[in-house]
């Protein structure tokens, strides 16, 4: 621990998820000591982002956290995840294929984060081939149950959209 930014960071790492009001505390101090500080800007965002559902505010704190290291993989993957739910699907699409180049990245995960952003388009095609071949990344079991429970999920919302569709053609032949 070379800093007092460090050594709050690592205070607030140990609090966190159990006190979020002492890790924020922490935190808070450790970004008033160095405020480019990645790991206190990259907890500050999941905080936003996991426990208060602010987005918004996560997005800032993610922003900060890669200014300072582009190269930190975690806020990465969290900050896709943000930039999706924010339906910034250009910005999400090219920080994934960013992360892709970085040297240690788990391509199963940020290929899931791809298709999740074209399923959010409802383009469940190309989700589909994404989460297939983030299967063929994936070296753990419980990697390989969640994508192929996500491929089965899809292919339902696949025939879900062709039922619906066949439904509002129906209805509109009946006009």
């Given at each position: 621990?070379n800093t007092?930014?460090d050594?709050?960071?690592i205070?607030a790492?140990?609090q966190?998820?159990y006190?979020l009001e002492e ?5 808070s101090?450790?970004?008033?000591y160095?405020e480019?500080?990645v ?9 936003y982002?996991?426990q208060m559902?602010?987005?918004l505010k996560a ?7 890669l200014?300072s290291?582009p ?10 995840y ?6 910034e699907?250009?910005?999400?699409l090219?920080?994934?294929n960013?992360?892709?180049k970085l040297?240690g990245?788990?391509?199963s995960?940020t290929?899931s984060?791809?298709?999740l952003v074209?399923?959010y388009?409802?383009?469940?095609d190309k989700?589909?081939?994404?989460y ?6 994936a070296y753990?079991?419980d990697?390989?149950?969640f994508?192929?429970n996500?491929?089965k999920?899809?292919k ?5 959209v062709?039922?619906?569709e066949?439904?509002q053609?129906e209805?509109q032949?009946?006009?």
């Amino acid at each position: 621990m070379n800093t007092l930014a460090d050594q709050y960071y690592i205070k607030a790492l140990d609090q966190y998820p159990y006190s979020l009001e002492e890790a924020i505390e922490s935190l808070s101090y450790s970004l008033s000591y160095n405020e480019e500080h990645v790991g206190a800007n990259y907890l500050m965002g999941k905080i936003y982002k996991e426990q208060m559902n602010n987005f918004l505010k996560a997005e800032e704190y993610y922003i900060r956290a890669l200014a300072s290291n582009p190269e930190d993989m975690n806020t990465c993957m969290d900050y896709i995840y943000v930039l999706i739910v924010l339906k910034e699907y250009d910005k999400a699409l090219k920080l994934i294929n960013y992360t892709i180049k970085l040297k240690g990245v788990d391509l199963s995960k940020t290929y899931s984060l791809m298709a999740l952003v074209f399923e959010y388009k409802r383009e469940y095609d190309k989700a589909l081939n994404l989460y297939k071949e983030a299967k063929f990344e994936a070296y753990n079991e419980d990697s390989i149950n969640f994508l192929t429970n996500e491929i089965k999920r899809i292919k339902k919302k696949k025939k879900m959209v062709k039922k619906l569709e066949a439904n509002q053609t129906e209805n509109q032949e009946a006009l």
